[in-house]
């Protein structure tokens, strides 16, 4: 199975900060890889497809970059809105595998 | 509009056997893989397997595979997971998800209680 490991677990941050999340995959996935926020008791919401595609909708703060096996999802200026745990998924190669999560908290 | 809706919380005890839906609505059904996905309380999120409506093929991932039953009614445009027996640990929300490009529709969760 392809293993994700995302950095940080948690991110301390206030509004207006620029935040980056990462996700390494321990095999390459070439841009095989989508970020999702999910709010408690919420299902998760797509951000990001295929590394770097903004989904329709999805404010222009959001972006992914990345391939291969090192992935990053920036958020150039957070809101209170965003405040949320982030989830990144492969879906190169089943099992498709999510990682740990990044809870983005004030 | 397109939709995954699910089917409501449900409370077993260990040893029932459980059936949770999940219906789609407002695509073709038969076109995109449907994916199922556990999240424990105050975890995170695992795919549990995946069906191709269109013709049934499934994929378990390793965890869940003997564990539960991916199945699809594609006449009436709906997928399902079930148990066989359940045990505490399987009280979770269970998600529902369509893949196109990415896992881009979710239903609204289906909670799973265990206990007995």
Known sequence: ?106 | EVQLVQSGAEVKKPGESLKISCKGSGYSFTSYWIAWVRQMPGKGLECMGIIYPGDSNTRYSPSFQGRVTISADKSISTAYLQWGSLEASDTAMYYCARRTSAMDVWGQGTTVTVSS
Do not use: H, N
């Open chain 1, 1 to 106: 199975d392809i293993q994700m490991t995302q950095s940080p677990s948690t991110l301390s941050a206030s509004v207006g900060d620029r935040v980056t999340i990462t996700c390494r995959a321990s095999q390459y996935i070439s841009s095989w890889l989508a970020w999702y926020q999910q709010k408690p008791g919420k299902a998760p919401k797509l951000l990001i497809f295929k590394a770097s595609s903004l989904e329709s909708g999805v404010p222009s703060r959001f972006s992914g970059s990345g391939s291969g096996t090192e992935f990053t999802l920036t958020i150039s200026s957070l809101q209170p809105d965003d405040f949320a745990t982030y989830y990144c998924l492969q879906d190169s190669a089943y099992p498709w595998t999510f990682g740990q999560g990044t809870k983005v908290e004030f």
